[in-house]
Each structure stands twice: as structure tokens, then as C-alpha cells.
């Protein structure tokens, strides 16, 4: 089956320990995304990654980093965890840089973070 | 800058049409998605339009006017499990890809 696979749903971690998220896709799309979603502010893009060792900011992409070693996966770190990070969110790929066919959305995290 | 604007609920009768708009302002336009989401769950794509005109896939249409900074989505022969958000995002191309959503409109189907 064709799908973003996310880890972990549901995370709560304490301020300034280190995590990572991670995304792997199985089909083999060039291009991958990180989204948090906020009530109320919608889907903000944090990194892209049009392919590998290929990443960009998106619009909030401050206190996270990336990386795309592998055409599949795109994990998402967040070196100092901090309160203001507690948010939803969503990896996504999609092939033709995101148009046409649209993202594939992975099931999301849920990050709490105290 | 850049700007999405969609109403941010709407409410509507099982079995009618309901028209969900919005409006956009950006630099580097490519296309314009829409996409619906359940509540709790992952977005899932509806629709891309990239030329002006009226696309239709089955129950659901979405409409794009580049000159206006336009697009709705129209679904018809509303069905309750259609009660989700509709989440309008535009593509663009400046220097870098990037896809921006707007804050969604949240759509009530009532019996």
C-alpha cells in the first residue's frame, strides 16, 4: 500500500531534550514536507526536501532541522524542544514537486512538549 | 506578501450543495489545491487546478480564477461523512517550492 509512515503518533517530552520524528515513504517520490498545524493558523511548511542531500526552509523553520539521506525518509529534529513547539504535525511527498497529484499526508504526530 | 483567506465555518443540509470559497494573494503562483480533513486525521487530496475554469470529479468542482485570485470548491449532494475541514493551498514558485494552506473552512453537514 502507498503510504507516508509517521513516528511516533503521540509524543510528550520534556523542554530541551532532544527528539526526532521520522517519515519514510514507499513511493518513491522526490519530494517531501513538514507541516505543523495549529488551531486556527492552518498548515505552515517548516522544511522541504525536493531530493536527497537537496533541503529548504519552508516558513517557520526555526528550531527545527532535517535532513534527506535517503530518497525515502525525512526525519525531523528538534534539537532544544520548546513549549511553543507543542503542535500537529504532518509529513508529506508527493512527485512533480507537489503539483498536479497533490501531497500524501502521513497520519501525524502529536507533540507535546512541557 | 502572501494571503489565504477562506471563511472559517459554514454549515449546510444533507442532500443540498454548498459552495466553499476562497481567496488568495501571492507572488509565484503555479496552482491551487484543495484538500479535506477530518477531524484528527491527515489531509487528503480533492483537487488541483492550474488554468482558469471549472474542474469536476463526481460530487465535488473546483473552480480557479488566476486574474482574481479566486478558486471555491462546490459539493453537491451533500452526505453527512462530508462534515470536515476544507483546507485551500496554493503552490508557488519563487526561488524554491513551497506549498501555503490556508486556515481551512470548517463545513457542518446537518440532517
Known amino acids: 500500500e502507498a503510504q507516508v509512515t509517521q513516528n511516533p503518533r503521540y509524543l510528550i517530552t520534556v523542554t530541551g531534550k532532544k527528539l526526532t520524528v521520522t517519515c519514510s515513504q514507499n513511493?518513491?517520490?522526490?519530494?517531501m514536507s513538514w507541516y505543523r498545524q495549529d488551531p486556527g493558523l492552518g498548515l505552515r511548511q517548516i522544511y522541504y526536501s525536493m531530493n536527497v542531500e537537496v533541503t529548504d526552509k519552508g516558513d517557520v523553520p526555526e528550531g527545527y532541522k532535517v535532513s534527506r539521506k535517503e530518497k525515502r525518509n525525512f526525519p525531523l529534529i528538534l534539537e532544544s524542544p520548546s513549549p511553543n513547539q507543542t503542535s500537529l504535525y504532518f509529513c508529506?511527498?508527493?512527485?512533480?514537486?507537489?503539483?498536479?497529484?497533490?501531497?500524501?499526508f502521513g497520519s501525524g504526530t502529536r507533540l507535546t512538549v512541557v | 506578501g502572501q494571503n489565504i483567506d477562506q471563511p472559517t465555518e459554514m454549515t449546510a443540509t444533507e442532500g443540498a450543495i454548498v459552495q466553499i470559497n476562497c481567496t488568495y494573494q501571492t507572488s509565484g503562483f503555479n496552482g491551487l489545491f484543495w484538500y479535506q480533513q477530518h477531524a484528527g486525521e491527515a489531509p487528503t487530496f480533492l483537487s488541483y487546478n492550474v488554468l482558469d475554469g471549472l474542474e469536476e470529479k463526481g460530487r465535488f468542482s473546483s473552480f480557479l480564477s488566476r486574474s482574481k485570485g479566486y478558486s471555491y470548491l462546490l459539493l453537491k449532494e451533500l452526505q453527512m461523512k462530508d462534515s470536515a475541514s476544507y483546507l485551500c493551498?496554493?503552490?508557488?514558485?519563487?526561488?524554491?517550492?513551497?506549498?501555503?494552506f490556508g486556515a481551512g473552512t470548517r463545513l457542518f453537514v446537518k440532517a
Open positions: 513511493m518513491n517520490h522526490e519530494y
Open positions: 493551498a496554493v503552490s508557488r514558485n519563487t526561488g524554491g517550492f513551497k506549498t501555503i
Open positions: 508529506a511527498s508527493s512527485t512533480v514537486r507537489g503539483g498536479g497529484y497533490g501531497y500524501t
